[in-house]
């Protein structure tokens, strides 16, 4: 089922020939639309912009991308207005992870049959015009942040104690990723991508992973789920590999026990901790113990929302993502 919120242009949502569980009609804030829609299930939104209080004004359509699914938001764009129009309010609206926008009634039935990714829509991204994609907290502080324009990183992820969650907070990247660049995700023996249905997650085994590279390296990122992949091979292929250790003791114990210096073999990698309920100060403890200085914590995350806030500093030390301070 479908939502429509309407204003001005509301009569170009009347012929559309869909299922509306519910419907409004009006001005509101964003935070108004997040409030009524984030605790409620639809296929897509089709959001009229005059809708928005002060629309013209990008900046105000950020809470969007935090608080909705976005990826579900078909925006409906006024013809006549040049400041909606213009390349630098695109720019900042594919920024925000909008990637659906029509202005004719033929181009709203398209979207909502043929959604856009990425892709489709990079061509019409400026970002040498838009510095500031959005003002998350982290860490008790705002930071702005940049997109950084580079060729192709290849990042590799590694499960260092057992069921770390290498392929979860792959998935979880590549969701965040793929806002802002083309993102692929590739796993090496295994097969557990394919329950994500997303067609840029691929499985393959280890002898077919030069030829997935080949054939991918137009892309920005590709995130490689590296499972038993031999580290020789990791690290002639991967601008950055990246280990995950979880802080159970179970895990850990059981990691020492199978090769009591196991952590002297990773002291001076990127070692995150991932799925962590440890406290700071339990965090330095187990960095002394370990003589491992943690590139990144990690808690418990939803892969159901945005996790921008929690994961902008392990995007930000990868050189992903740059802060403005």
């Known amino acids: 089922m479908n939502v429509i919120v309407s204003n001005l242009n509301g009569k170009k949502f009347v012929n559309l ?9 009006g001005e509101f804030t964003v935070d108004e639309i997040v409030q009524s829609f984030s605790n409620f299930f639809f296929n ?7 809708s928005i209080k002060d629309y013209t004004n990008v900046n ?19 013809n006549d207005n040049n400041v909606v129009n213009s390349d630098s309010y695109i720019s900042k609206l594919i920024s925000m992870g909008i990637y659906n926008f029509a202005r004719t009634e033929d181009e709203l039935k398209y979207l909502y049959d043929n959604p ?11 970002i040498d015009e838009y510095s500031m994609v959005m003002t998350p907290e982290v860490g008790g502080v705002d930071k702005n ?4 324009d580079s060729g192709v990183k290849i990042i590799g992820i590694k499960n260092f104690t057992s069921h770390a969650g290498a392929t979860s907070l792959i998935y979880m990247l590549k969701k965040q990723l793929s806002k802002n660049y083309y993102t692929v995700a590739i796993e090496i023996n295994k097969r557990d991508f394919m329950f994500f249905n997303d067609k840029d997650m691929i499985s393959c085994k280890a002898n077919e992973l030069n030829n997935l590279l080949l054939k991918y390296k137009g892309v920005n990122v590709l995130l490689i789920d590296l499972n038993d992949l031999d580290l020789a091979t990791v690290y002639s292929v991967c601008s950055d590999v990246v280990f995950l250790m979880e802080s159970s003791t179970l895990m850990i114990n059981k990691a020492v026990m199978l090769d009591n210096r196991c952590f002297n073999k990773i002291a001076d990698q990127k070692v995150i901790l991932n799925r962590s309920l440890l406290s700071n100060k339990d965090v330095k403890q187990l960095s002394f113990e370990t003589g491992i200085n943690f590139f990144g914590v990690l808690p418990p995350l939803n892969d159901r929302l945005d996790n921008l806030e929690i994961l902008f500093p392990i995007l930000n030390k990868l050189g992903l993502y740059r802060s403005i301070d």
């Open 17 to 25: 020939d869909i299922d509306v569980i519910k419907s409004i009609t």
């Open 44 to 50: 897509r939104m089709f959001l009229d912009i005059t």
């Open 60 to 78: 105000n359509l950020k809470a969007l991308s935090i608080g909705l699914d976005v990826s579900k938001i078909i925006l409906l764009l006024p």
């Open 116 to 126: 856009n990714s990425y892709k489709d829509v990079a061509h019409l991204q400026k």
């Open 145 to 148: 942040f940049d997109v950084v």
